[in-house]
């Protein structure tokens, strides 16, 4: 059972917009702590996809979007594409574990 | 450019120990804190333990607490992970992070992983 929690799968068709929430509580996202956004391709390693809830490193396509409120954040991707498949996960930080948090990560399926 | 390569896993029996290995280039190591972040087989991913920039605090996870060790060896450019008493439950791919210095617990690059087997 994850610290964060995520649903276990979305889909979509292309074109279509997908949501992935990630929800906390009061020991990590709603004390304030930031949310990260980590997406992973079968066999690879997980690649930053947000950061501080809503930001994104450079090259990461603008149809990635993340928000914050309370202890919940969010993951959006518009304009959903095949190559969006893959498993995406929520990180954060929690104060009365004293280290990292994960979602159970989220499954992207493009239809 | 970044790298991250970690080494040393396999396949070890129930109980025994294991080093992991973590070498970096492309960027000040001694500037960095470096996470383990592990993932099971078919699992998500999970939290192992943080070393800070130079080495003077660490933190685990409770599953890791009191059977892990990580240090880590600046003028080498590397950092490493002792695993005690492995469990079956152990078994999974263990990847060294490197935490952005100006953003707390942002992983920002990951070494492609390890892959450690605990069984009998």
Redesign the interface.
């Known amino acids: 059972q ?1 610290v964060l929690t995520q649903p276990p799968s979305v889909s979509g068709t292309p074109g279509q917009t997908v949501t992935i929430s990630c929800t906390g509580n009061g020991s990590n996202i709603g004390t304030g ?2 949310v ?1 956004w ?1 997406q ?1 391709f079968p066999g ?5 996809l947000i ?2 809830n809503n930001n994104r ?1 450079s090259g990461v396509p603008d149809r990635f979007s993340g928000s914050k409120s309370g202890a919940s954040a969010s993951l959006a991707i518009t304009e959903l594409q095949a190559e969006d498949e893959a ?1 995406y ?1 929520c ?3 929690d104060n009365s ?9 989220t499954k992207v399926t493009v239809l | 450019q970044v790298h991250l390569v970690e080494s040393g896993g396999g396949v070890v029996q129930p109980g025994k120990s294991l080093t992991l290995s973590c070498a970096a280039s492309g960027f000040t190591f001694r500037n960095y804190g470096i996470h383990w972040v592990r993932q099971a087989p078919g699992k998500g991913l999970e939290w192992v333990a943080l070393i800070w920039y130079d080495g003077t605090k660490t933190y685990y996870s409770d599953s890791a607490k009191g059977r892990f060790t990580v240090s880590r060896d600046n003028s080498k450019n590397t950092m490493y992970l002792q695993m005690n008493s492995l469990r079956v439950d152990d078994t999974a791919v263990y990847f060294c992070t490197r935490e952005n210095s100006a953003s707390f617990n942002q992983l920002d690059f990951w070494g492609p992983g390890t892959l450690v087997t605990v069984s009998a």
């Open positions: 994850s702590h930031d990260h980590y992973q690879t390693a997980p690649k930053l950061f501080r490193p498993d996960y990180q954060s930080f574990l004293s280290g990292v948090v994960f979602g159970g990560g």
